[in-house]
């Protein structure tokens, strides 16, 4: 696929979205370079910002398989992966397959289950197959988690353990509307009587699964210079050296980021990656991997703020 196709196939998905979600730009175009970049994405936001319903939108604008899991307290990880159960006719085992057999998976506030559910995704999440009673089962090549949890100082959520959230290419923190889209979205949806749903707002399917294919070919063959890989990989190290991070990013981390990059030079129609696709990435791709030193926490400080400051300090290339 040329750049160019890719940046337009990219701007019908984004044009089918906005017809069911007000809004949400910045969401959209992390989803979409997650998906090229073979990544997942954690969206974190208060209930009613349209976080089911953007998944759903973007499932089917892109002809994707969809299934959702709706984690509770009481969720068992044979509830998202399937079993083997006995038939009693034949006298064999017969896979029975979890909803984490299709292609985009939507995790419906991850953090409502206990750290042991959670961890059923982990196999899944990183190497696109899940393991049942020693056999191992492969997943969809288009396979991406899209995840939302709300905040976690809210009652009844558990904070996602460390090596559940660094498989996660992107944790994207979703603000309410402004008063314009809100007075949009009300005239919209003020009037229905049942949720909302992508076939019924209007959203058509737009892509094919041969698209997709070429479109992450094309963003991993976008060229990544030494000089930027350079700048990542200082941006990535000061969250290590500087005291106001306790636990710093990981090699990994400096490797999704750059994965990132390439895809959103590619949605830009670019064969080459430039820092400021490194920049426009660099927080949502790591405040999920540091954690604040209890000083900084004393003197206010977030993780963002903290990560803001870091990328701004950090000299980019010309």
Same mark, same amino acid.
């Given at each position: 696929m040329q750049l160019g196709e890719l940046r337009v196939l990219a701007e019908r998905i984004r044009v089918e979205i906005g017809k069911a979600v007000v809004g949400q730009a910045d969401t959209v175009n992390l989803m979409l370079t997650a998906l090229f970049a073979?990544?997942?994405?954690?969206?974190?936001?208060?209930?009613?910002?349209?976080?089911?319903?953007?998944?759903?939108?973007?499932?089917?604008?892109?002809?994707?398989?969809?299934?959702?899991?709706?984690?509770?307290?009481?969720?068992?990880?044979?509830?998202?992966?399937?079993?083997?159960?006995?038939?009693?006719?034949t006298n064999t085992f017969a896979l029975t397959k979890g909803p984490i057999f299709c292609d985009v998976l939507l995790a419906d506030e991850i953090n409502r289950t206990p750290p042991k559910t959670q961890a059923a995704l982990l196999e899944a999440m990183q190497e696109r197959g899940v393991t049942l009673d020693g056999k191992r089962h492969a997943l969809s090549d288009r396979f991406i988690v899209i995840a939302t949890q709300n905040?976690?100082?809210?009652?009844?959520?558990?904070?996602?353990?460390?090596?559940?959230?660094?498989?996660?290419?992107?944790?994207?923190?979703?603000?309410?509307?402004?008063?314009?889209?809100?007075?949009?979205?009300?005239?919209?949806?003020?009037m229905r009587t049942r949720a909302p749903d992508p076939i019924s707002l209007g959203v058509q399917k737009v892509a094919s699964a041969a698209e997709i294919a070429a479109a992450s070919e094309a963003a991993a063959q976008t060229?990544?210079?030494?000089?930027?890989?350079?700048?990542?990989?200082?941006?990535?190290?000061?969250?290590?050296?500087?005291?106001?991070?306790?636990?710093?990013?990981?090699?990994?981390?400096?490797?999704?980021?750059?994965?990132? @990059?390439? #895809?959103r030079a =590619? %949605?830009?129609? !670019?064969?080459?990656?430039? /820092?400021?696709?490194?920049? @426009?990435? #660099?927080?949502? =791709? %790591?405040?999920? !991997?540091?954690?604040?030193? /209890?000083?900084?926490?004393?003197?206010?400080?977030?993780?963002?703020?903290?990560?803001?400051?870091?990328?701004?300090?950090?000299?980019?290339?010309?």
């Open positions: 073979g990544g997942h994405v954690l969206l974190e936001g208060p209930p009613g910002t349209a976080k089911t319903l953007l998944a759903q939108c973007f499932s089917h604008a892109l002809d994707l398989q969809f299934g959702r899991i709706q984690f509770t307290p009481d969720l068992m990880p044979g509830d998202i992966l399937g079993s083997n159960l006995f038939n009693f006719q905040p976690v100082e809210q009652q009844g959520a558990y904070p996602l353990p460390e090596a559940q959230l660094d498989r996660f290419l992107f944790k994207h923190v979703l603000a309410y509307p402004t008063a314009e889209e809100e007075k949009r979205i009300v005239a919209q949806h003020g060229r990544l210079t030494d000089e930027v890989v350079d700048y990542v990989v200082r941006i990535v190290r000061a969250t290590r050296e500087g005291a106001s991070f306790e636990l710093g990013a990981s090699p990994r981390a400096a490797a999704m980021l750059a994965a990132g @990059a390439r #895809a =590619a %949605l830009e129609g !670019r064969d080459y990656v430039i /820092p400021d696709d490194v920049k @426009a990435l #660099a927080l949502p =791709a %790591l405040r999920h !991997r540091v954690l604040l030193s /209890p000083a900084a926490e004393i003197e206010g400080r977030t993780t963002d703020a903290a990560l803001s400051s870091i990328i701004s300090q950090t000299e980019a290339p010309r």
